[in-house]
Antibody
Framework: EVQLVESGGGLVQPGGSLRLSCAAS????????MHWVRQATGKGLEWVSA???????YYPGSVKGRFTISRENAKNSLYLQMNSLRAGDTAVYYC????????????WGQGTLVTVSS | EIVLTQSPATLSLSPGERATLSCRAS??????LAWYQQKPGQAPRLLIY???NRATGIPARFSGSGSGTDFTLTISSLEPEDFAVYYC??????????FGQGTKLEIK
């Protein structure tokens, strides 16, 4: 059974840093592109970052230069290092697996809440 | 960036009725469009991929259509468990998979 379990969320002050983790199981982690998607309370979904199987990384302009996605295939783990956090980064952060054939997110974690507030 | 605009923002219907949700792209995404369902407190669930293909385990009452810039998700006869928020997503430009703002399907 495919499982994605996020951790590392919490309360952080503006300007602070936080590192999210996503533990994957039930599939060959190294064979899949992985993504982070966030959702502010009551709002829609926003793609935050992606990492390919070769370790290539991608970000939207809203987080580029502040967030870093990485993976550790030996530990079946995905990470998101978030620096210079702002109030607008407050959201539930989901990790999601990109389907090999279609690229869509057929599996998601349960999410971890990040709150940026003083 | 490709912008997806969903309409209506809220759709009020009764169980048994037919639901039609729309998603319009700011430029052509070919057939690279998906639909997700999200219930409160849950992660989104993939319903439809590549415009018209049902994901594994999705009931036949869900169907998708369209190509280019205009897409539709149809639920033929609403069940109580179908009341949720629905998002469209495009994968035309990997990996920037933008989402629409969502349509809330509520019980009338």
């Amino acid at each position: 059974e495919v499982q994605l379990v996020e951790s590392g969320g919490g309360l952080v002050q503006p300007g602070g840093s936080l590192r999210l983790s996503c533990a994957a199981s039930g599939f060959t982690f190294s064979s899949y592109d992985m993504h982070w998607v966030r959702q502010a309370t009551g709002k829609g979904l926003e793609w935050v970052s992606a990492i390919g199987t070769a370790g290539d990384t991608y970000y939207p302009g809203s987080v580029k230069g502040r967030f870093t996605i990485s993976r550790e295939n030996a530990k079946n783990s995905l990470y998101l290092q978030m620096n210079s956090l702002r109030a607008g980064d407050t959201a539930v952060y989901y990790c999601a697996r990109g389907d090999i054939l279609t690229g869509y997110y057929s599996y998601w974690g349960q999410g971890t809440l990040v709150t940026v507030s003083s | 960036e490709i912008v997806l605009t969903q309409s209506p923002a809220t759709l009020s219907l009764s169980p048994g009725e037919r639901a039609t949700l729309s998603c319009r792209a700011s430029q052509s995404v070919s057939s690279y469009l998906a639909w997700y369902q999200q219930k409160p407190g849950q992660a989104p669930r993939l319903l439809i991929y590549d415009a018209s293909n049902r994901a594994t385990g999705i009931p036949a009452r869900f169907s998708g259509s369209g190509s280019g810039t205009d897409f539709t998700l149809t639920i033929s006869s609403l069940e109580p468990e179908d009341f949720a928020v629905y998002y469209c997503q495009q994968r035309s430009n990997w990996p920037s998979y933008t989402f629409g703002q969502g349509t809330k399907l509520e019980i009338k």
